[in-house]
């Protein structure tokens, strides 16, 4: 029978665990000195060895030889442990139906000695899933804990898991395990399979687990399945959805010379080969994040995961670009895998998305201009806006960019000037209009998935919460918990027709003081600033 790598290679022993010295340095310790808790809870991203090291602990306390931090892995309670049919090790899945009973159960079953071993322990699989009444039972267990109980918790949402059973537990956090320990431990277990990778594909398996090591196992069982005895990063990603450097590397080349065109074109080359452009768009954003990464980082940084000629490669990609120039297309990158997920015509997405970015790239030109006017008047002693840039091929020389008009920023659903315009048509058209009259009195706050209308006393009957919600229904096709307080709202004068929030308009005004705006404006009267946007928003 096939068994799946990730599992045929779970690490029995302390000395197999890949990363999480942490973890694995304060539970030895606590073995030796023989101080070990009733209740631990481990929590972290999934596939970094939670139940691995939960199974670990259980042989360490229960191995014949134990409690030893090296368990024998030859006794009668060490094969138990690692076969899964140990009777004093008991593992539980919370988020499961006989979870939830043998959760109720605990209760009984804790009081009574362990059938053979030093403890029991319960190993509970998705913690945070436990019901309420499982809970209680929990913690009362912990309060006044038999000497032979051990809890071990774990679970991805440690926050779920309420206070009164988390401070009776010993806490330890798994860290996603790093690109390079991941990829030296696929290549131990292929050599044990007798399989053969290169390095590119090896990085392509660590880099599709994203910090999980049991991720780029399944990656690599697959892999394994596609292409046999000897992998070849080609294949391994197509497989996964994945992209190589050169492919991911035509778009910043595309941005470099400005050629929309060329943005096209990739996407034509992605349609002909029948890629799938949700993974493109996901391989892009992590691209570009790569490559603000080296930017602001360096080479051979465990932030990346990325062999080191990888990484050499990011770094010259990004030479030629500024900070913020990559945080831009990385924002509006992630914008448009938001958009690609929901949309039916995912190419016209992505086609709007890459022509974006190569807009956006021209906001650089402008700052450049800006420094450049900046020279045209010495003795300003104003700062340059931004440090020169090595800017070969950067501005088409002969295309001066445009004046201040940046380019339109996808308007922000959640801006409350925006959405109390559509509140207030929404209203009218629903011929709401005492409710609409009294919204342009009022104030939308949206906090936390609630909408707060702050109004004034003479406004506040006309504030009807079932026609705000029907007008809320009616715009976002959603309810939303509503709120209706007097208060003092801040208002703007012409309430209906003013698109910007009051927030929109600080940094409107902010930027159009800028000394340097104000320059650029007097050199161009008749330029006109159509939106200003806060990148650091
Ligand atoms: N830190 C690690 N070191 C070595 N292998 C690991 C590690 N974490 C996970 N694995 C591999 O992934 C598989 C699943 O790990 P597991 O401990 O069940 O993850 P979790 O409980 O955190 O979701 C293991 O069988 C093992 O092959
Ligand atoms: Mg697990
Ligand atoms: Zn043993």
């Known amino acids: 029978m096939y068994q799946v790598i990730a599992r045929k290679y779970r690490p029995q022993t302390f000395s197999e665990l890949i990363g999480q010295e942490h973890v694995r340095t304060t539970i030895e310790n606590a073995i030796s000195q023989r101080r070990i808790a009733h209740g631990y809870i481990f929590s972290g991203q999934r596939g970094t060895g939670k139940t691995t090291v939960a199974r670990i602990l259980a042989r360490c306390l229960n191995c014949i030889n134990g409690p030893t931090a090296n368990p024998c892995g030859e006794c009668a ?15 539980i899945d919370a988020a499961s139906n006989r979870g939830i009973n043998e959760m109720r159960e605990l209760r009984e079953n804790v009081r009574y000695r362990p059938a053979r071993d030093r403890y029991k322990v319960f190993i509970v699989d998705e913690a945070h899933q436990i019901t309420s009444e499982a809970f209680n039972a929990l913690l009362k267990t912990l309060e006044e804990p038999p000497e032979w109980a051990v809890f071990i918790l774990c679970t ?57 090591v049991r991720d780029s196992l399944s990656a690599l069982d697959q892999a394994i399945a596609c292409c046999g005895m000897k992998l070849s990063a080609a294949d391994t990603r197509a497989l996964l959805g994945m992209f190589s450097l050169d492919s991911l590397a035509q778009v910043s080349q595309a941005l470099l010379e400005q050629d929309s065109r060329r943005m096209l074109d990739v996407v034509m080359e992605l349609e002909r080969n029948g890629r799938n452009l949700q993974h493109f768009c996901r ?31 990011l770094a010259e990609i990004a030479a030629p670009f500024a900070e913020e120039d990559l945080t831009r297309y990385l924002q509006i990158t992630l914008d448009v895998f938001k958009d690609l997920q929901v949309s039916l015509q995912p190419r016209l997405h992505l086609e709007i998305g890459l022509l974006k970015l190569v807009q956006a790239g021209r906001l650089t030109g402008i700052e450049e201009e800006l420094a450049r006017l900046g020279g045209e008047n010495p003795g300003g002693g104003i700062p340059k806006p931004v440090a020169a840039k090595p800017a070969a091929g950067r501005i088409p020389a002969a295309a001066p960019p445009p004046p201040v008009s940046l380019p339109p920023a996808p308007a922000p659903i959640q801006a409350s000037g925006d959405l109390r315009d559509r509140l207030h048509a929404a209203l009218t058209e629903l011929g709401m209009m005492f409710t609409a009259d009294a919204l342009e009195h009022s104030q939308v706050i949206e906090k936390a998935g609630e909408l707060q209308f702050v109004t004034t006393v003479e406004f506040k009957l006309a504030m009807d919460p079932k026609e705000l919600q029907k007008a809320v229904q009616h715009t976002l096709g959603r309810q939303m918990k509503i709120t209706v ?12 027709a003013k698109p910007k929030a009051s927030n929109d308009d600080e940094t409107t005004e902010r930027a159009l003081s800028h000394p340097e705006v104000k320059r650029f404006r007097e050199k161009f009267p008749d330029a006109h600033v159509r939106a200003v946007r806060n990148l650091k928003e």
């Not at 926050?159 to 390079?180: E, G, L, N, W, Y």
């Not at 307080?485 to 209906?496: H, I, Q």
Request: hydrophobic letters at 40%.
């Open 77 to 91: 309670s060490c094969l138990e442990v690692t076969a899964g049919n140990s009777p004093d090790v008991i593992e």
């Open 283 to 313: 391989e892009l954003a992590r691209y570009f994040r790569n490559l603000l990464v080296v930017k602001v980082a360096g080479v051979n940084t465990r932030l990346i995961a990325a062999t080191p000629q990888e990484q050499e490669r």
């Open 156 to 212: 991805t949402e440690a926050h779920k898991v309420p206070t009164t059973i988390a401070s009776r537990c010993q806490q330890f956090s798994f860290r996603s395990v790093d690109f390079a320990e991941v990829v030296a431990r696929m290549e131990w277990i292929l050599k044990q399979e007798g399989i053969e990778a290169d390095a590119e594909t090896l990085a392509v398996l660590a880099q599709a687990g994203e910090g999980s």
């Open 485 to 496: 307080s007097v208060g003092e709202p801040e208002v703007s004068a012409s309430p209906p």
